[in-house]
C-alpha cells in the first residue's frame, strides 16, 4: 500500500504573525503529539508534559491579553490552533479549550488586581485549569446546581459535589460556580479555587468510551474554603459568566470535532488510495468516492461555520446563535466523518491497528460536552422563534 500522507490544511490566515504560529503549532503535534497519541490513550495516561510544552510555547493563553501573558490572537486564529491540535489528539485539542474556558471568568469578569495576580501564571505560567459547572444531578439544567457557597467572613466556605469535570483531579484551578444565594439562576456565584486547597479531593477518573488519557472526574469540596478575594465578577453573577463562557467554549468543541474529522478523512482516503481490490484502488469504486466527496463537504462546511462564528465574536456582535449552529453541524459531522472511515478501511477500521477507531470512539462525546446537541437545537430555536411557552 503505497504511503500517502496527508496535506495540511489550506488554511485563510489574516496575518504572517498567524501563519508563523499555525506551522509552530504543526512542528509541535507532528514531533512531539501525534507520534504518542495512540499508545497514551491506551494506556490511559494524561500527557501533563505536553501542556507544560504548549504553556512554554505560549499556546495556553493564544486568545487573552499579552498585558497578562497571553496571546493577542482573534479567536478566528485561537480556533484553528484547537483544531490543529484536536487532529493530533483530542486529549490535547480539547484540554486548550477547557483550560481557555476556566481562564475566561478571571479575564472577562475580574478586577484588575485578581487580572494581575493570577492571570500571568494561568495563561503562561505552566499552570492547567478546569471549568466546573456540572453536577450529578443538574447537567444540562445547570441553573439548578446544588454546590454551595456560605459566607464566613472574609472567606466563602464551598460544599457539594461537580461531576464531569475534564481534568479532574490533575488540574491546578478550578473555576467553580456555586450556590451564593437563592434558587435559580441569579443565585449562582464564580470562584477561583487552588487545585491544592484543603477539603478539595478527586474521585477516581471516569472509565469512558473515548479520551481515556483525558481525566474526566467528580471533584468533592468539603467545607472549601476560599477567601472573597478569589470571588469572581458580583455575588449572583455567575450563571451570566457561566453562560458567556459557553458560547466561547462552544466554538472551541466545534474546532476540535474538524480535527477529529480532518483525521478521518485523511486515514480513509490514505486507505482508500492505496487498498487494491479487484486489481485497482477501491477509491476507484463509485461508492466510496461518493463516501469520501461527502465526507470532506461536510468537513469545509464546519470550518467555515465555526470561523464565521468566530469572525462574529472578534468584530464584537452577538454569536450565540452561530456558536450553537457550529457546535451542533460540527460535532454531528464528525460523527459521521469518523463512522464514514470506519466503513471505508472495513475490517482494519474496527481494529485498534488503525487510528480511526479511536477517532469515531471520541466524536461521539463531542456531541456530549458543553451542552448536548439537544441543547444547541433548543438554543437556536430560541433565538429564532423566542422561548418556549410555559
Known amino acids: 500500500m503505497p504511503d500517502r500522507a496527508p496535506q495540511p490544511v489550506d488554511r485563510t490566515l489574516p496575518t504572517e504573525e498567524s501563519r508563523d504560529l499555525i506551522a509552530l503549532v504543526r512542528e509541535i503535534t507532528q514531533r512531539e503529539i501525534a507520534p504518542r497519541a495512540a499508545e ?10 505536553t501542556f507544560s510544552l504548549l504553556s512554554d510555547s505560549g499556546l495556553l493563553g493564544l ?20 483544531e490543529e491540535l484536536a487532529a493530533a489528539r483530542l486529549t490535547v485539542g ?33 499552570l492547567l485549569g478546569a471549568y466546573c459547572l456540572s453536577e450529578p444531578a443538574s447537567g444540562s439544567d445547570a441553573a439548578s446546581l446544588r454546590t454551595k457557597a456560605v459566607r464566613d467572613g472574609d472567606d466563602w466556605v464551598l460544599t457539594g459535589t461537580k461531576a464531569w469535570i475534564t481534568h479532574g ?55 472549601v474554603r476560599v477567601p472573597d478575594s478569589r470571588r469572581i465578577g458580583e455575588e449572583g453573577q455567575g450563571f451570566a459568566i457561566a453562560l458567556a463562557a459557553l458560547d466561547s467554549g462552544r466554538l ?11 483525521a478521518a478523512l485523511d486515514e480513509a482516503v490514505a486507505y482508500a488510495t492505496g487498498r487494491q481490490q479487484f486489481g485497482r484502488p477501491i477509491a476507484d469504486f463509485q461508492g466510496l468516492r461518493f463516501m469520501i466527496a461527502d465526507m470532506a463537504t461536510k468537513v469545509e462546511a464546519g470550518r467555515s461555520l465555526y470561523l464565521a462564528a468566530a469572525r462574529l465574536r472578534d468584530a464584537g456582535r452577538p454569536f450565540s446563535r452561530q456558536a450553537a449552529m457550529a457546535k451542533l453541524f460540527c460535532t454531528d459531522a464528525a460523527m459521521q466523518v469518523t463512522t464514514d472511515a470506519v466503513q471505508i478501511l472495513g475490517g482494519y477500521g474496527y481494529t485498534a491497528d488503525f487510528p480511526v477507531e479511536r477517532l469515531m470512539r471520541e466524536a461521539k462525546v463531542l456531541q456530549i460536552v458543553e451542552g448536548t446537541n439537544q441543547i444547541q437545537r433548543m438554543v437556536i430555536a430560541r433565538h429564532l422563534a423566542g422561548p418556549e411557552s410555559r
Open 252 to 262: 472551541g468543541i466545534a474546532a476540535c470535532a474538524i480535527g477529529v474529522a480532518q
Open 40 to 49: 497514551e490513550e491506551d494506556a490511559g495516561r494524561f500527557p501533563r508534559d
Open 94 to 126: 480539547l484540554g486548550v479549550s477547557v483550560h481557555s474556558l476556566a481562564c475566561h471568568a478571571v479575564a472577562d469578569y475580574g478586577t484588575k488586581e485578581q487580572q494581575s495576580e493570577y492571570l500571568p501564571a494561568m495563561l503562561g505560567g505552566g
Open 169 to 223: 483531579g490533575v488540574a491546578d484551578f478550578y473555576t467553580v460556580l456555586a450556590r451564593s444565594g437563592g434558587e435559580g439562576a441569579r443565585g449562582i456565584t464564580a470562584y477561583l479555587v487552588p487545585g491544592d486547597a484543603e477539603g478539595l479531593s478527586a474521585a477516581p477518573p471516569e472509565k469512558k468510551m473515548g479520551m481515556k488519557g483525558s481525566p474526566t472526574a467528580q471533584l468533592h469540596f468539603d467545607g
Open 63 to 82: 486568545p487573552y491579553d499579552s498585558a497578562y501573558g497571553g496571546g493577542d490572537q482573534p479567536y478566528e486564529v485561537y480556533l484553528q490552533v484547537l
